[in-house]
């Protein structure tokens, strides 16, 4: 182990024996809130018996115990400034709609955890909501607005605290990590930049997710032709595809600063200049030493104490009024993608439980977020994601998988993401939410059964999990694409929304929450019925090239490929078990056995079988897939991001056998109109009574066939 890393590690206990020393330490909380305005939501709007709604932006200040055990965790807390009465600060922006009259609300606060500084909870739970980041931040594009319909107050805080401000992102401001002599804390950083378009500059923190909106860590050393005193040169390499070799790309050939047209580099410790340019379609790899690590799981306690704050305190030390306080109030947190997983990982680490030993959120909807978090990393990159092509290394996809506790016997662990809230008593009700996507190429089939996949594994007592059927992990926006190329993919992508189901889902739990109402069972693939399988074993249709709707298309190239999971070694320092820790080796080392990553299977159309199948699917259009392949120039064939496949249906039993086309037309599924609105209210009403679709979203989808007729495009 290097030297630096050994006085790292060193530092904590020695600040923590210091401090053990010294007079007990004061209670840790929100000690402060500054509301900056008040206002109307939404234009004054009213929404009937909850009437209308105000919306409250300002700060909170909280203070961190770092001799309490639940804040032990945290990375590097030992190694933060502490303030004069031993404990750490920060500072987080909060954002807040609430009714004007909180008596008339639902008696729910719902939390959501923003994704990379995004509010996206209107784009899942209203009909008709969306626009760009500062639009959904400023919530100018808002829908429907169901969840003010029933009452919820919104509560939004900043969380990740390598964001960079802009577009209304909500901020968090915590400490640098420094040694105790005030010298700074160092270690390796690996980046990867996966440019959609030519360009000579990366922030060394740019990705494929996290683009120009993140802070990056800084260099030690601007050179990068000069060794460190222990001999450590950084490197970058490139490759076609994340499975190819890295081949280096010489010190001599690129640098640490902008050069904005390929010119000569300005230095720069948190830019890297290429002057051949970073091409589109291709991985690059930097590996280098870093500097000021910030105490990022911090973000943790921010969304732990606050949501204490919100749910149950009147007031806050200075006798200022909580903004939403109600004496009965419920919590709920919810969150999408890597929100999801920092919800999941939250709860593993223990932190549902408030520094008072009291539950925090009675409820939990991790939407979109199979696998971990790794906040509490030095030199965390919560950012990042995972992939088959980009992110593919990162920490995201660790043992445990499953909320029930079950043993790997890769890495030999016993756990599950709800052993500490079951010893303390704090577990939320909670609702597991993913779209087929991440079953396809997230892993997510890992969290239903064991870690080789040989059986199913039921949901703890508290848990349902719902997997929603042929959707892509956001659904894609309308219109689609009409022309080849179709975005980065080599289809069309997948319009199949999850949003009807995520309304009746949020709507049961809080009945679970708030009244005692037992939920539906969770609806998922299996391996008993034979609806998850492996990849081998997948039944999917040949599907031709077609011009349906004067939009021409490829044939659909099923490859039977996957995203295999092996454990990954990111060194001694890296508590793989409670995705926490330091990582000293980069690239990471990969185990040679792999899980039991399993998909779901198909039916004669190529459409999932098992899962919750929407409106879209029981009286479908045309084929909807999981998954979708790169197109040439772009990891070719490999998974495309995020991205599922749409396959219309030909419209007459003549234009499919004129094609060669296997799959039913529309003609011979909906000879009439009467025939596909009689299909649509027979489903609807199915859906109702199964308690995934709200009535009034059947009665919407209903008047729109009547209205409308058979539905030839998404």
């Known amino acids: 182990m290097a030297e630096w890393t050994r006085a790292a590690l060193a530092a904590p206990a020695i600040a923590l024996c210091a401090a053990a020393v010294a007079p007990g330490a004061a209670e840790a909380k929100i000690t402060r809130i500054e509301i900056a305005k008040v206002e109307p939501a939404f ?130 401001d915590v400490p640098v990590a420094r040694h105790p002599d005030g010298s700074p804390v160092t270690g390796v950083v690996r980046s990867e930049f996966a440019p959609t378009a030519p360009t000579f500059v990366q922030n060394l923190s740019s990705g494929w997710f996290t683009t120009m909106t993140h802070r990056s860590y800084p260099t030690v050393e601007t ?72 105490v990022m799981g911090l973000g943790y306690a921010a969304i732990r104490d606050f949501g204490s704050f919100a749910k149950r305190a009147a007031k806050d030390d200075a006798g200022t009024a909580n903004p939403v306080y109600r004496a009965d109030n419920r919590a ?28 925090v959120f009675d409820g939990a909807m991790p939407h979109i977020g199979g696998g971990l978090m790794p906040l509490n990393v030095r030199f965390s990159q919560p950012g990042r994601a995972w992939g088959q092509q980009v992110d593919h290394l990162y920490p995201a996809y660790e043992f445990p998988f499953s909320y029930a506790r079950m043993h790997d016997p890769i890495t030999g662990r016993r756990q599950g993401l709800l052993d500490r809230c079951q010893e303390t008593g704090t577990c939320p009700k909670l609702f597991h939410t993913a779209t087929s996507l991440e079953v396809w190429e997230g892993r997510q089939s890992l969290g239903l059964t064991d870690p080789m996949g040989t059986r199913d594994v039921a949901d703890p007592a508290s848990v349902r999990t719902f997997i929603f059927a042929s959707t892509q992990h956001g659904a894609a926006g309308l219109p689609l694409p009409t022309a080849e190329p179709f975005g980065l993919c080599q289809q069309q992508p997948n319009p199949n929304p999850h949003t009807y189901s995520m309304r009746a889902l949020l709507t049961a739990l809080t009945g679970w929450v708030r009244d005692g109402v037992e ?27 077609n011009a ?87 990891f070719e064939d490999g998974f495309c991001n995020f991205n599922g496949s749409f396959i219309p249906f030909a419209r007459t039993r003549q234009e499919r056998n004129d094609a060669h086309d296997p799959r039913l037309s529309i003609e011979e599924r909906f000879p009439s109109k009467d025939a596909y609105v009689a299909a649509m209210r027979a489903a609807t009403s199915a859906m109702v009574a199964e308690r995934v679709l709200l009535p009034e979203d059947a009665r919407a989808l209903v008047g729109q066939a009547e209205a409308e007729g058979i539905r030839l495009a998404p």
């Open 548 to 634: 349906y709707g004067n939009v021409k298309r490829p044939a659909v190239r099923f490859i039977g490929q996957g995203n295999p999971l092996h454990a990954l070694d990111f060194g001694p320092d890296f508590r793989a078990g409670e995705q926490s820790g330091v990582i000293t080796r980069e690239p990471p080392t990969a185990s040679p056995r792999s899980y039991g990553v399993l998909v779901p299977q198909a039916d004669a159309d190529g459409s999932d079988i098992g899962g919750l199948r929407s409106i879209f699917q029981r009286v479908p259009i045309g084929t909807y897939t999981a998954w979708n392949l790169f197109r040439a120039g772009r």
């Open 223 to 294: 050179d990068n032709r000069k060794p460190l005193a222990d001999g450590f040169l950084p490197s970058l390499t490139v490759r076609a595809k994340e499975q190819e070799p890295r081949v280096a790309i010489p010190n001599t050939e690129w640098s640490f600063g902008a050069c904005p047209n390929g010119g000569e580099a300005k230095p720069s410790d948190t830019q890297i200049c290429l002057p051949a340019g970073f091409q589109p379609g291709r991985l690059y790899e930097l590996i280098y030493r870093a500097k000021d690590p910030l």
């Open 519 to 545: 939920p539906p069972d969770s609806i998922k693939p299996r391996i008993a019925d034979g609806t998850l399988v492996a990849i081998d074993q997948v039944r999917f249709p040949a599907i031709p090239a």
């Open 332 to 359: 709920i947190v919810i969150g999408a993608s890597q929100s999801g997983r920092l919800i999941r990982s939250f709860l593993y680490l223990g932190f549902n439980r408030d520094e008072a030993g009291s539950q």
């Open 43 to 172: 234009g004054g709007k009213s929404f009937g018996s909850v009437g209308a709604y105000e919306r409250v932006t300002g700060k909170a200040y909280g203070e961190v115990d770092p001799l309490e055990p639940g804040n032990a965790v945290i990375q590097d807390i030992g190694l933060a400034p502490r303030n004069a009465r031993g404990l750490v600060e920060y500072v987080t922006d909060i954002d807040i709609l609430r009714p004007a009259d909180r008596s008339k609300g639902n008696g729910i606060l719902l939390l959501e955890v923003l994704n990379r500084g995004r509010k996206l909870a209107f784009n899942y739970f209203h009909v008709g909501a969306g626009g760009n980041e500062a639009e959904l931040n400023a919530l100018a594009k808002p829908g429907d607005l169901l969840l003010m319909q029933q009452g919820y107050s919104m509560v939004w805080l900043g969380w990740q605290a390598d964001m960079l401000p802009g577009a209304g992102r909500l901020m968090l």
